[in-house]
């Protein structure tokens, strides 16, 4: 067994033969491949790992998780970031704070927890509970076949968002009871493909409850939501969503993770390098850029993300340029409001790219991101060459303060 420790440094290990112990205070966790169970806590900083052959247990007060392949059970919790996994071939129990939650593959029974976050299965095998406080809930349920070719939940599932969407795909062999629940809205609120010909019952307060039996019932798969919607389709009807999101993720993961990361799970990944995007206004010019020594981690993250990570506070200093974005008229006039979080990297030559919305409904996303493209900073050097930055922008539309200006 490996043990290692500190009172708030960056710990980083290649691969491990047998077990691993590993804490920090603060800093980070980067680990290769670990044969055996690897127990990997920090008191704020990401754990980032190529795999875990043994039981994981992985804990971080406010940092990101990441991991390729875990070989049994895991168990993850971090108070307010990220998680993500490619395969999982044992049980997972998940919990974020506030962040989202994407997995590509559990074999096992999942219990995944977000406080606001989105989440994203794309393949679950086994029985599922997912949580999430308002964030949406995209999951593509699809059990192995049993040795006498029925497809059926391992146990109940159940899956409840506070106000996020919950969609669900489905395969047309799957033998289940579906009971599916809007607290408020009318039936328009469930939308299901015909095929699966849902009964629907609804209150006079709007409470709307619709159910079916889908190739005489099975274990039953529980869908509720307080004030989002409930979208049920068939897996064959969204192939290439599915494919693309799995890509998405995978290179996500060889990103933060290692380039040469190889999931047997995951789909061919199609590189295409990003055709260039004109200036959309006039900006003031980048100034020279700013010498960053870099820490060991600093160049392990540039390896293995392409850039480095800052803390959001830090690099909202580095911005130059940095227009609002406006009120989005129809968000407005529907009254939506709420937070907006984008994945951003300050590039090179100084442009600011959006990499991915993290948070946010849609109207008020294509708002900020817009607003971000135009957005201008001074780049960094590090050990003398230009890199990418990385971090996080967030937004806040409120209408009340809106209506104050």
Known sequence: MARLETQGGHIQVGDVAGDLVAFTAGGHIVTGKVAGAGSLKT?????????????????????NISVGRAGAFVAVKTGGGQIDFGEVHGSVQAQTGGGGIRILYVAGPMEVESNGGS?????????????????????????????????????????????????????????TSIDAIVENGGERRIEADPALALQFQKSAEGYVHAWTSLNGGGMPLKLRTTGGKIKLQFMDSEQALRDSMVREQAERLRREISPDLSLPFILPVARVAPAPQADPMPAPEASAPAAWSGSWIDIIELKLLGGIREDADLFQKRITYAPRPGYPEAARRAGVEGIVRLQVALTKDGRVEVQKILEGEPALADAAVASVKQWRGNPVALNGRKVDVISTVTFNFQLVERARN
Do not use: M, Y
């Not at 008191?43 to 940092?63: C, D, M, N």
């Not at 049993?146 to 159940?158: E, F, I, K, Y």
């Open 43 to 63: 008191g704020g900083g990401h754990i980032r790992s190529v795999g875990i052959g043994g039981r994981a247990e992985l804990v971080t007060e406010g940092g």
């Open 119 to 175: 989440i994203c299965l794309t393949r679950v095998a086994g029985a599922v509970k997912a949580a999430t406080g308002g964030g949406t809930i995209t999951a593509w349920i699809n059990p192995d076949v049993s040795t006498n070719g029925d497809v059926r939940l391992a146990g109940p599932s159940q899956l409840t968002s506070g106000v996020g969407d919950i969609v669900v795909f489905l395969p047309r062999n799957l033998a």
